[in-house]
């Protein structure tokens, strides 16, 4: 499986952005992930399969939405309201196998390259 992710860039406080990640195989849960300079990676977003079922960490929520066509095998993550401490470089990543944890890293077998998005103030 290989996955790309793209739509980073440099944007204002407050400002939006779409984050894509395109699968060779939309399948089983998916998440986005993110790292920055002064934290380990850490878990932003999941959505199951079906994209019925979603996830957030709690600094997102409300201002970020995870959601997926499994006919184009993408995810998105659309991020509104962007602060400065949403700042990193952004992963998409695809679990191998259902009923796993989606908010774990180790959950996830299968990751992209990343994409950096930066947030000045």
């Known amino acids: 499986v290989q996955l790309q992710a793209s739509g980073g860039g440099s944007v204002q406080a407050g400002a939006s952005l779409r984050l894509s990640c395109v699968a060779s195989?939309?399948?089983?849960?998916m998440a986005w992930f993110r790292q920055s300079a002064k934290k380990e990676r850490e878990f932003v977003a999941a959505?199951?399969?079906?994209?019925?079922?979603?996830y957030y960490a709690d600094s997102v929520k409300g201002r970020f939405t995870i959601s997926r066509d499994n006919d184009k095998n993408t995810i998105y993550l659309q991020m509104n309201n962007l602060k400065p401490e949403d700042t990193a470089v952004y992963y998409c990543?695809?679990?191998?196998?259902?009923?796993?944890?989606?908010?774990?890293?180790?959950?996830?077998?299968?990751w992209g390259q990343g994409t950096l998005v930066t947030v000045s103030s």
């Open positions: 990543a695809q679990a191998k196998v259902y009923g796993i944890d989606l908010m774990q890293e180790s959950s996830f077998p299968y």
């Open positions: 195989l939309a399948k089983y849960g």
């Open positions: 959505a199951s399969w079906s994209g019925a079922t979603t």
